[in-house]
């Protein structure tokens, strides 16, 4: 106690609301927390009362995004914060919604100092960033930027379930999505905080550190063909082996990974024909997925994998289809925003360590509306999306500390254009 007020623990304070959304999961090991769900809806109810409890005046949208507001001056803009409240099947109690969470109540740590603001701010739970329910994802960071697609609302989960009936039974009105798009001029920026879900910081002893980049992706699908027979008659010699081919595949693939800086190369799938002990492999069919913070490296490397499977067709009598199946750009975060992210954190108590972010995130579908940065908060062991996720108290203090001092450190004078790399 100081000067007869006592302080509060803000990691204490999000460890227990974090412990309470952990409640809300279907049954069996971790958190799941699927959208449009009963789960969903207890979740909605305990974030409503953390936002009414900061301040903030809350409403649902057409697209199930729980807002927050803290409003500004007249005629101000708008700073958007905020992650995701869904989990993946048997997850942790972290990801995603540990973004909703701190910055709640960074805003009511704020209100507390009585701290004014030259602007308005909204805190985001979107209702569905992973895609686990339906085979669709950022379904409400899309629709806030304008790029949500009408035809996904026809797309069925396991049970037949169309979204739009999912989401009017929600008491949602999936008609009016596409009227939520904002207007670029009226937002600042957006800024996601979020577990590492790797193990950097861990590694380096951080609590927390800024993202220069969501990583682009693409991905590959791969089948390789070449002749089957009796593996004890067919001589070695002259063989045609499918999953021989495949093998140079893979080996490749993960030496492009080893040798490529700032580049994740993955065979994450791989099927064999006929699949049988004592036959020679027919066929394979794989994927191949790249990562890179720089769109020129993943590029490059699907090239290069694609210039190699040529070459070894050639070589070993093969038949080999290579095709691209998949593309998502890089988002470069704000130069601006990082810069007072980094300040911020290093008023806190952190270096102001970046790292790239290899997974996609709902500030990736922001990026379409306006500048964005993250915040990465060190998880126990780089593990995420199973039910030892773990974030610290202190570590989340820390990251509360900072999202709140960057706030303060936002004026008129944030370009909203700007959007480089750091």
């Not at 999000?14 to 769900?37: K, M, Q, Y």
């Not at 002990?277 to 290069?304: C, H, L």
């Not at 960057?406 to 790399?421: A, E, K, N, W, Y």
Request: hydrophobic share 40%.
């Amino acid at each position: 106690m100081t000067g007869g007020v006592y302080l509060t623990d803000w990691g204490q304070r999000a460890e227990a609301l974090l412990n309470d959304l952990a409640a809300c999961s279907e049954p069996g090991p971790g958190v799941t927390r699927l959208p449009f769900t009963p789960e969903h809806r207890a979740a909605l109810d305990i974030l409503q009362t953390a936002m009414e409890t900061a301040g903030l005046m809350v409403s649902l949208d057409a697209a199930g995004t729980l807002i927050g507001r803290r409003g500004g001056p007249p005629g101000s803009k708008t700073f958007l914060m905020g992650s995701h409240q869904d989990s993946v099947r048997e997850g942790g109690a972290y990801d995603g919604v540990m973004g909703v969470v701190l910055p709640i109540l960074a805003l009511e740590k704020l209100r507390d100092e009585s701290a004014d603001l030259p602007f308005a701010v909204e805190v985001l739970a979107f209702a569905d960033e992973e895609g686990v329910r339906f085979p669709t994802a950022l379904i409400g960071s899309r629709a806030l930027a304008g790029t949500f697609e009408q035809s996904v609302l026809d797309m069925r989960d396991g049970n037949g379930v169309t979204l739009r009936d999912a989401m009017e039974s929600f008491g949602l009105e999936p008609s009016g999505i596409g009227a939520l798009r904002r207007d670029p001029d009226d937002i600042i920026g957006f800024l996601e905080t979020h577990i590492e879900q790797g193990p950097f910081l861990e590694h380096e002893d951080e609590a927390i550190g800024v993202v220069t980049a969501i990583c682009g992706i693409e991905r590959h699908e791969i089948k390789v063909t070449g002749e089957t027979g009796h593996a004890g008659t067919l001589p070695m010699k002259g063989r045609r082996d499918a999953l021989v081919g495949a093998a140079a595949l893979v080996l490749e693939v993960e030496k492009l990974g080893q040798q490529t800086a700032d580049l994740r190369a993955t065979v994450g799938a791989l099927t064999v024909e006929p699949d049988v002990v004592n036959a020679v492999p027919r066929a394979v069919r794989m994927t191949s997925e790249f990562r890179s913070p720089g769109d020129d490296i993943r590029s490059k490397a699907g090239e290069t994998l694609h210039d190699f499977a040529q070459n070894l067709a050639t070589r070993r009598s093969l038949t080999i289809e290579a095709k691209r199946t998949y593309v998502q750009v890089a988002q470069p975060c704000s130069e601006n925003l990082s810069r007072r992210l980094i300040s911020a954190a290093v008023q806190s108590g952190a270096r102001g360590l970046l790292l790239p972010s290899g997974a996609t995130h709902d500030a990736s579908a922001m990026a379409d509306l306006c500048p964005i940065a993250m915040q990465f908060v060190r998880c126990r062991g780089g593990v995420s999306h199973k039910p030892e996720e773990l974030a610290s108290a202190k570590d989340m203090a820390l990251a509360t500390s900072a999202l709140s001092r960057f706030l303060t450190s936002i004026g008129h004078d944030v370009d909203r254009d700007d959007r480089g790399s750091l």
